[in-house]
């Protein structure tokens, strides 16, 4: 899961003949642990469900199943949160965003339908009237976490991720945003850059970054188009 979400990311051609045949193996022959379930079809937690829609939706995969499964498994708050099956009644913001890049990227690669992009709706409501990382009842941060940016990011939210997903998906800033804004803006450097957080912990085949505390990449170029999104398109 990491490794396509990573191969997506750096913008591997999903027509090309490796990932072609890398994409037929996994269908063949990848299992989630969960109950062997085929890899394609998705299990139980709607975190990994969206991850496995991104990376199929993106790869050419026919996941609609899985993306009818999604629709079906929204909490009342509006969003979405892999521990539903232990009785949790309230949205996660990491399964959420999860969800919303898996959703944005089966809209983008079959059109989608109006029960899809409602359910988006709701899932950015949900981050939306949070502020994209503060508590709704109380307006404390919800976890210093999400104020830290990290590459890869994997299944881990923070405001970073939030911003860059809105920014993807052709929507406008909303004033909800700002804060989360500023903490992206206050973090850059003073040589322009923006430093690596945090790293998550997952198996890699190879380092994209530096240490934590060392200019990043990868931060530094969704930092920097995010503030352009911003500043091009707000309405004061």
Same mark, same amino acid.
């Given at each position: 899961?990491?490794?396509?979400?990573?191969?997506?990311?750096?913008?591997?051609?999903?027509?090309?003949?490796?990932?072609?045949?890398?994409?037929?193996?996994?269908?063949?022959?990848?299992?989630?642990?969960?109950?062997?379930?085929?890899?394609?079809?998705?299990?139980?937690?709607?975190?990994?469900?969206?991850?496995?829609?991104?990376?199929?939706?993106?790869?050419?995969?026919?996941?609609?199943?899985?993306?009818?499964?999604?629709?079906?498994?929204?909490?009342?708050?509006?969003?979405?949160?892999?521990?539903?099956?232990?009785?949790?009644?309230?949205?996660?913001?990491?399964?959420?965003? +999860? #969800? $919303?890049?898996? !959703?944005?990227? =089966?809209?983008?690669?079959?059109?989608?339908? /109006?029960?899809?992009? &409602?359910?988006?709706?709701?899932?950015?409501?949900?981050?939306?009237?949070?502020?994209?990382?503060?508590?709704?009842?109380?307006?404390?941060?919800?976890?210093?976490?999400?104020?830290?940016?990290?590459?890869?990011?994997?299944?881990?939210? +923070? #405001? $970073?991720?939030? !911003?860059?997903? =809105?920014?993807?998906?052709?929507?406008?800033? /909303?004033?909800?945003? &700002?804060?989360?804004?500023?903490?992206?803006?206050?973090?850059?450097?003073?040589?322009?850059?923006?430093?690596?957080?945090?790293?998550?912990?997952?198996?890699?085949?190879?380092?994209?970054?530096?240490?934590?505390?060392?200019?990043?990449?990868?931060?530094?170029?969704?930092?920097?188009?995010?503030?352009?999104?911003?500043?091009?398109?707000?309405?004061?």
């Amino acid at each position: 899961m990491h490794t396509l979400q990573t191969l997506q990311l750096l913008g591997l051609d999903p027509a090309s003949a490796a990932a072609r045949r890398a994409i037929a193996l996994i269908a063949e022959n990848g299992r989630w642990e969960h109950d062997g379930q085929r890899y394609f079809d998705g299990e139980v937690e709607q975190c990994i469900n969206g991850r496995t829609v991104e990376s199929g939706a993106y790869f050419g995969v026919d996941v609609r199943p899985v993306v009818e499964r999604l629709l079906t498994e929204w909490l009342d708050d509006g969003g979405w949160n892999c521990e539903v099956e232990n009785g949790s009644v309230r949205s996660s913001f990491d399964t959420t965003i +999860d #969800v $919303l890049d898996g !959703l944005l990227e =089966f809209e983008r690669a079959t059109g989608g339908s /109006d029960d899809v992009r &409602a359910a988006r709706r709701r899932g950015e409501e949900y981050l939306l009237a949070r502020g994209l990382f503060r508590r709704k009842s109380t307006g404390d941060v919800v976890q210093s976490a999400y104020l830290d940016f990290a590459f890869p990011y994997y299944w881990h939210y +923070d #405001v $970073l991720r939030a !911003l860059d997903y =809105f920014r993807h998906s052709g929507a406008s800033p /909303d004033p909800r945003m &700002a804060d989360a804004v500023e903490v992206v803006r206050t973090k850059r450097q003073p040589d322009g850059r923006w430093l690596l957080d945090r790293i998550h912990p997952g198996r890699v085949h190879f380092d994209l970054e530096g240490a934590i505390g060392t200019p990043s990449r990868w931060n530094t170029l969704r930092a920097l188009r995010v503030l352009a999104w911003w500043d091009t398109n707000r309405r004061d």
